[in-house]
């Protein structure tokens, strides 16, 4: 079936660690997005990237990196540097044009 | 930069109810609208989309939703809603960079 499979979907981190959450789709989407979910706040954009070997900050960037060296991967690395890391991580992806998006399940990452 | 608001956080509503949730964007070029819902424990799920032509678009399981340029909104109705409609609903624009701009989200119950 074609979709967005995001893993791990729960992840624990101690604090000072660096954690990368994966993120692959198999629509043969040109854009991928990574969004931060919170209580009351919605979902935030972190990164995304529209081409190969090109991303974007989104707007809350801070914290985190990526990277696109294929066009069915997107992972996200959330740094130590991240200072509330806590949170419900989406991955998405659209075709060129952004007519519809389809979401992950998302990803749980707790810092213990 | 693009902003969309959603002036409700929480509704409770009794069921076969009617619904109207609001939505207002700040962008003043085109701008493709959607509505998205996120059912407790599962991953979002798109309602409805308005990208041009009609600017009442109706959606999955009865939903509805009106553009309105002059005000800049894009409000979600539903003329009676049931139990299962209990879930968060968030509005969402994209515009020519084509990352979505998500709203605070709304948290709906309905009360059997």
């Known amino acids: 079936d074609g979709g967005i499979t995001q893993s791990p979907k729960y992840l624990f981190r101690k604090e000072g660690q660096n954690v990368t959450l994966s993120c692959e789709q198999n629509?043969?989407?040109?854009?991928m997005y990574w969004y931060r979910q919170d209580p009351g706040q919605g979902l935030r954009l972190i990164y995304y990237?529209?081409?190969?070997?090109?991303?974007q900050k989104g707007d809350i960037a801070e914290g985190y990196s990526v990277s696109r060296e294929k066009k069915e991967s997107f992972p996200l690395t959330v740094t130590s540097a991240q200072k509330n890391p806590t949170a419900f991580y989406l991955c998405?992806?659209?075709?060129?044009?952004?007519?519809?998006?389809?979401f992950g399940e998302g990803s749980w990452l707790t810092v213990v | 930069a693009q902003s969309v608001s959603q002036h409700n956080h929480h509704v409770i509503l009794s069921e076969a109810a009617s619904l109207e949730l609001g939505c207002n964007y700040s962008?003043?070029?085109?701008?493709?609208l959607f509505w998205y819902v996120q059912y407790p424990g599962q991953h979002l799920q798109l309602l409805l989309k308005?990208?041009?032509?009609?600017?009442l678009v109706k959606g999955i399981k009865g939903f509805e939703a009106e553009f309105i340029k002059s005000k800049f909104s894009f409000n979600l109705r539903k003329p009676s809603v049931q139990w299962s409609d209990t879930a968060e609903y968030f509005c969402?624009?994209?515009?020519?960079?084509?990352?979505?701009?998500f709203g605070s989200g709304t948290r709906l119950q309905v009360q059997p």
């Open positions: 308005y990208f041009s032509g009609d600017p």
């Open positions: 962008y003043g070029g085109t701008v493709n």
């Open positions: 629509l043969n989407h040109d854009a």
């Open positions: 969402a624009v994209s515009t020519g960079r084509r990352a979505l701009t």
């Open positions: 998405a992806s659209s075709t060129a044009a952004g007519n519809t998006i389809y």
């Open positions: 990237s529209q081409i190969v070997n090109d991303f």
